[in-house]
């Protein structure tokens, strides 16, 4: 089975523009949870999708959004890039509705300029 | 509050050592406690689980042990080898539903 991919690898932006970052969650998992890793903040919580449907979500600005797809794949998108943002954004899938047994993907770099 | 807390931040130790890393968490965490390990240029990759039910759970030469009491769980790994070598993150879901990560601890294993 393949795992969780996320598209692209790697990203650079400049301040003020915005980005989309896809995530296709393994076959058969319903539920997609977004994640921000920096070396100063470790890994924060974004948000959480199942059916389509955000379930959860983390302490960050209304600039940080996402959505799910009938197909369970996901995208999230920054609006209005500011340096801060850069950071490796990664994407995990899990079966169902229960918060375990997560699995990631190799997330995507993004680098703001 | 939601809080995991991790130590030590790094860990040296000689190939064939052993190496614990330990976390704590606040009040309202659940009942699932993965962790994970994350090599360079990797997204996190689950190791061991466990769940209150259980206090300890092994997997080859890797243990997790729980003390719901005292809040506390720690990863054991035993024989270490230098593909040990990673960055760990202890993680727990608390009642929000939330899966909230330590900080992580940088284990280095020197042959």
């Known amino acids: 089975k393949a795992g969780v991919t996320q598209t692209p690898r790697y990203l650079i932006k400049t301040r003020g523009q915005q980005v989309t970052l896809s995530c296709s969650p393994i076959s058969g998992h319903r539920s997609v949870s977004w994640y921000q890793q920096t070396p100063g903040q470790g890994l924060q919580f974004l948000f959480e999708?199942?059916?389509?449907?955000?379930?959860n979500k983390g302490n960050f600005p209304g600039r940080f959004s996402g959505r799910q797809f009938s197909n369970s794949r996901s995208e999230m998108n920054v609006s209005t890039l500011e340096l801060g943002d850069s950071a490796l954004y990664l994407c995990a899938s899990s079966p169902g509705r229960d918060r375990d047994t997560q699995y990631f993907g190799p997330g995507t770099r993004l680098t703001v300029l | 509050g939601e809080n995991v807390e991790q130590h030590p931040s790094t860990l040296s130790v000689q190939e064939g050592d052993s190496a614990v890393i330990k976390c704590t968490y606040s009040?309202?965490?659940?009942?699932?406690f993965p962790w994970y390990k994350q090599e360079l240029g990797k997204g996190p990759q689950l190791i061991i689980d466990?769940?209150?039910?259980?206090g300890e759970k092994k997997d080859q030469r890797i243990a997790v042990t729980l003390n719901k009491t005292a809040k506390h769980f720690s990863l054991h790994i035993t024989e270490t080898q230098p593909e040990d070598s990673a960055v760990y993150f202890c993680a727990a879901v608390f009642n929000t539903d939330k899966l909230i990560f330590g900080t992580g601890t940088r284990l280095q294993v020197f042959p």
């Open positions: 009040d309202s965490a659940s009942n699932y």
């Open positions: 999708y199942f059916s389509e449907t955000q379930r």
């Open positions: 466990i769940r209150s039910n259980v």
